[in-house]
């Protein structure tokens, strides 16, 4: 009997040592997951950032043609514009260039 017995504490040893690898597997392959869903979270705030960024960035952009386009709708502004510019001038006058710095 005593055989028996020592069997069965032998089988029941390595039937709790199988089950104690299996449970580290499991619990390594949870954790590599976990990890993984830790750092796509990371990566893709980061890409929230950079894309946040960028539409503060049109967003200011936008504003800024906008309000081109409301002056340019405006004659007085477009004339104002092209004599500034492009040194139009109005009847007779003439344009005279100055040295600039």
Same mark, same amino acid.
């Given at each position: 009997?005593?055989?028996? #017995?020592?069997?069965?504490? *032998?089988?029941?040893?390595?039937? !709790? ?14 954790? !590599? ?8 979270? =990371? #990566? ?15 967003? $200011?952009?936008?504003? !800024?043609? #906008? !309000?081109?386009?409301? *002056?340019?709708? $405006?004659?007085?502004?477009?004339? #104002? ?6 040194? =139009? ?6 344009? =005279?260039?100055?040295?600039? $710095?």
């Amino acid at each position: 009997m005593a055989t028996k #017995t020592k069997k069965k504490k *032998k089988m029941n040893s390595i039937v !709790s040592k199988l089950i104690s690898i299996a449970l580290i597997v499991a619990a390594i392959a949870i954790l !590599s997951g976990v990890l993984q869903k830790i750092y796509n979270l =990371f #990566t893709l705030q980061q890409q929230a950032r950079v894309v946040e960024a960028e539409l503060e960035a049109l967003k $200011d952009e936008n504003a !800024s043609l #906008t !309000s081109t386009k409301e *002056k340019l709708e $405006d004659p007085d502004y477009v004339q #104002t514009y092209a004599r500034g510019e492009y040194m =139009f001038s109005k009847g007779d006058e003439k344009v =005279f260039y100055l040295p600039g $710095d």
